[in-house]
T-cell receptor, first 110, second 112 residues
Framework: TQLLEQSPQFLSIQEGENLTVYCNSS?????LQWYRQEPGEGPVLLVT?????EVKKLKRLTFQFGDARKDSSLHITAAQTGDTGLYLC??????????FGPGTRLSVLP | EAQVTQNPRYLITVTGKKLTVTCSQN?????MSWYRQDPGLGLRQIYY???????DKGDVPEGYKVSRKEKRNFPLILESPSPNQTSLYFC???????????FGEGSRLTVL
C-alpha cells in the first residue's frame, strides 16, 4: 500500500509570514495533487503536478514536484487569514488510484 | 452548476440499522469514489467505480457496499453499521480517473 506523509501536521503562524508544507512518500506517483479543505466542506483542488521537478505558481502559492516524483512541497508567501484550512496532498498511480496524505492544518492569525 | 450532492449531511443511527448514503453528480463523470475522513488519518478510499456496473474495493472496504446502476449515482450502503464506522464520508467524481476530484460536502455519520 502506498503511503503519503505530510509535515508539519499543524502549523499556526501570523499573517504575513511565509511557510512551507511537505508531502513525502517512498513511492513514485504519476501525478500529485494538492487540495484545500475548509470546515464543513469537501476538499477543493489547488493544483496538479505531473512532471518531476515541475514548479507551479498560483498567486502566492508555489508548488513543486520532486525530481523523482516521490515528494512535493507547497510554499505560501505572505500568508493571509484566508489561507487557513486543511491542506491535503494526493498521489495518483494507474492501478492504485488516489492516496491521500493525513493533511497539514494551517491556521493564519491576524 | 457542476456539483456532487450527498444525502444525508448528518445522520445519527444505532448499531445494526441499515443505512444508505446517496451520492449524485451532474458532470457526466465516469469515475466516482467514496472516502472516509478520520482525524489524523486523512482521506481513505472505501470503494471506487470506473464506470456503470464496474466497482472495486479501495483501502478500507470492510462493512460497506456500493452499486453503480446509473452513471450519475453511486450510493454507499452500510448493511449493519458499527460504532467504528462513525466518520465523515465524502463522495467524489472525476474525469478522467487521474483528473480533478470533485467532492461532495460530506456526510457526518454517528453510529451509537
Amino acid at each position: 500500500t502506498q503511503l503519503l506523509e505530510q509535515s508539519p501536521q499543524f502549523l499556526s503562524i501570523q499573517e504575513g509570514e511565509n511557510l512551507t508544507v511537505y508531502c513525502n512518500s517512498s513511492s513514485v506517483f504519476s501525478s500529485l495533487q494538492w487540495y484545500r479543505q475548509e470546515p464543513g466542506e469537501g476538499p477543493v483542488l489547488l493544483v496538479t503536478v505531473v512532471t518531476g521537478g515541475e514548479v507551479k505558481k498560483l498567486k502566492r502559492l508555489t508548488f513543486q514536484f520532486g525530481d523523482a516524483r516521490k515528494d512535493s512541497s507547497l510554499h505560501i508567501t505572505a500568508a493571509q487569514t484566508g489561507d487557513t484550512g486543511l491542506y491535503l496532498c494526493a498521489g495518483f498511480s494507474y492501478g492504485q488510484n488516489f492516496v491521500f496524505g493525513p493533511g497539514t492544518r494551517l491556521s493564519v492569525l491576524p | 452548476e457542476a456539483q456532487v450532492t450527498q444525502n444525508p449531511r448528518y445522520l445519527i443511527t444505532v448499531t445494526g440499522k441499515k443505512l444508505t448514503v446517496t451520492c449524485s453528480q451532474n458532470m457526466n463523470h465516469e469515475y466516482m469514489s467514496w472516502y472516509r475522513q478520520d482525524p489524523g488519518l486523512g482521506l481513505r478510499q472505501i470503494y471506487y467505480s470506473m464506470n456503470v456496473e464496474v466497482t472495486d474495493k479501495g483501502d478500507v472496504p470492510e462493512g460497506y457496499k456500493v452499486s453503480r446502476k446509473e452513471k450519475r449515482n453511486f450510493p454507499l450502503i452500510l448493511e449493519s453499521p458499527s460504532p467504528n464506522q462513525t466518520s465523515l464520508y465524502f463522495c467524489a467524481s472525476s474525469f478522467p480517473p487521474a483528473g480533478e476530484l470533485f467532492f461532495g460536502e460530506g456526510s457526518r455519520l454517528t453510529v451509537l
